[in-house]
């Protein structure tokens, strides 16, 4: 364990989305540094989030629900007294044609993804400076908010706009809560693998980035701890973009300008 992993023994955190995928991994590597660690999801995970012994508390929300975001954080000062660090996870969105999406689903989308992650922001907040004074915030954003995004203009929109939050609620409650998002790029779990295929699929997708893979969850975790650590103290309002560097520009595809390099 690192000298950073230790500050998180007794620490609370909150992972919203946190029984599958990114959410899952995120919640286990807390475990792992010390944290006690509630998880929030509409369904309950099959098996217990647990790690070599340690299990993480869950409590069923619909984080588009205002109520049970509030009964989440209730849950938080009632059982452990404080917060020391949300991660707002939980989203995403299906595919959808952009000119024939219907309002329900578009507003569902933004819900899940936008509004949800101010609304638990806010409680959250509230919690931190009632109880122990200082804090740490992560939004999980996507890079399908730092570009266009076909067939999901309501999801690239509604990650935009958690970037924006991040900076907004950053610059309003610092210093004593920081605020910091986490963007991903192309990662690979078992949802995102009904949008990129087989084996070979993904093998041509992770040909295009200049890491030559695609994102892995613990990624994702490994950048929440740090963000989350008293070694990113200073860091705060920031998007930190984990993208494997990025997709390349389409206009390469029709020049030589990079084939002899």
Wanted: hydrophobic share 40%; proline share 3%; aromatic share 6%.
């Amino acid at each position: 364990m690192t000298i950073a992993e230790k500050n998180f023994e007794g620490q609370v955190v909150v992972v919203t989305g946190g029984t599958k995928g990114i959410g899952k991994v995120i919640a286990e590597n807390f475990l792992r540094v010390g944290a006690e660690v509630v998880v929030c999801a509409r369904n309950a995970p099959e098996t217990p989030i647990a790690y070599d012994g340690r299990q993480a508390n869950f409590v069923t929300c619909d984080v588009r629900d205002h109520e049970q975001i509030k009964a989440v954080i209730a849950l938080c000062e009632d059982s452990y007294g404080k917060l020391d660090i949300l991660v707002n996870n939980a989203g995403g969105a299906p595919p959808a044609d952009s000119s024939t999406a219907s309002e329900r689903f578009t507003r569902s989308v933004i819900d899940l993804n936008l509004v949800s992650t101010i609304l638990f922001s806010q409680e959250a907040a509230n919690l931190i400076r009632k109880s122990i004074g200082t804090g740490v915030i992560l939004n999980i954003s996507s890079v399908s908010g730092m570009r266009a995004n076909p067939l999901g203009v309501a999801y690239g929109a509604a990650k935009a706009g958690v970037i924006n939050a991040t900076e907004t609620l950053a610059l309003e409650w610092g210093p004593n809560i920081r605020v910091v998002s986490i963007t991903a790029g192309l990662i690979l779990t078992d949802e995102s693998r009904s949008f990129y295929g087989d084996d070979e699929s993904v093998a041509k997708i992770a040909a295009t980035l200049p890491m030559q893979r695609l994102g892995d969850p613990q990624d994702v975790a490994n950048a929440c701890l740090f963000a989350a650590s008293d070694k990113a103290e200073w860091i705060s309002g920031s998007n930190i973009v984990l993208h494997g560097g990025g997709d390349k520009p389409t206009y390469l595809e029709a020049t030589d300008i990079m084939k002899d390099s």
